[in-house]
């Protein structure tokens, strides 16, 4: 899927305006939730990579958007944000399971540090 496929699909996720906040929609389905970052909004404005997190968190396959479970990486997300003086607005959306939207049906972010731990390979 191509960026400009993924921005169609999913016009909501790309409100990007920075005039006076960042605009992040938070996606929740029946039994989780997760906030939907971009790109930009990941490496460019909070400077963080998707190796900041954890398996448990989801990508689109052109690694367009992120969806940060609620738990831990989405926390961590807005933590750096607030530690960087940047303001966000959240807007929440609840999703069906079965919903092209839920990143339920996206790829979990490949996080190496969990793959290499699994396999013995590094330790921290």
Known sequence: ????????QHPSFFNLSMEDKMN???ISDESHGWGIVTQH????VARMSPMDFSSFSYETPNEELYALEEDCDFPKFLNKL???GVKYEIKDRTVTRDHDDNP??????TNWTDYFLADGWVRS
């Open 1 to 8: 899927m191509t960026a400009d496929q993924t921005r169609e």
């Open 24 to 26: 992040i929609t938070f």
């Open 104 to 109: 339920r049906n996206w790829e979990p972010i």
């Open 41 to 44: 909004q990941l490496m460019a």
């Open 82 to 84: 607030d530690s960087m």
